[in-house]
């Protein structure tokens, strides 16, 4: 038995997702390895990947400071990636907190807990039946362009002559 059908046979699993920042100063081409570094600590735990989204290069909200050898550099924009993951019970997702911590191309990172299932948006249409639909046709009768505009006492009486109509 492979350790995924463990995992999904195991009704004890934690599932997680850990959303992350890349430093912008890591090339391009290594954002693969930085990723593969990321897997490693979760395989490490035993951890069975479930869907995960590579790293693309974004612009920050806000810009973040980040501590290399004893000076700060500041970042704007940052690669963004997420792994969503199963453990078993016997797996520390303490160890890979500190994983990630102690890694020095990760700017940001949150874990948290979550379910198995798909949880991206997607649109739903919303059904109506015929039967529940309230809808009135109203008939609109063309004026000549040379009308004079409606005064406002006349505008209040129509409105509530539809208003009546509704109620009744």
Do not use: W
């Not at 100063?25 to 995960?52: C, D, M, R, T, W």
């Not at 009308?147 to 509530?160: F, G, L, R, V």
């Amino acid at each position: 038995m492979s350790k995924k059908e463990k995992v999904e046979k195991n009704s004890d699993e934690k599932v997680y997702e850990i959303g992350y920042h890349i430093v912008s100063s890591v090339a391009e081409e290594q954002i693969p390895s930085e990723v593969e570094k990321i897997k490693g600590f979760l395989s490490k735990e035993n951890a069975v990947i479930i869907s995960e989204e590579a790293p693309k290069l974004r612009p920050l909200a806000y810009s973040i400071k980040k501590a290399f050898g004893g000076s700060y550099k500041t970042f704007d924009k940052a690669y963004f990636g997420f792994i969503k993951f199963a453990l078993g019970e016997e797996a520390d997702i303490k160890t890979i907190d500190s994983s990630m911590k102690n890694n020095e191309s990760v700017l940001r990172y949150i874990v948290v807990k979550t379910v198995r299932e798909n949880t991206m948006y997607s649109p739903k249409m919303s059904v109506f039946s015929d039967k529940d639909a309230k809808i009135k046709t109203l008939k609109v009768e063309k004026t000549d362009a040379d009308a004079k505009p409606a005064s406002i006492e006349e505008i209040d009486k129509s409105i509530d002559a539809l208003v009546s109509e509704e109620v009744q």
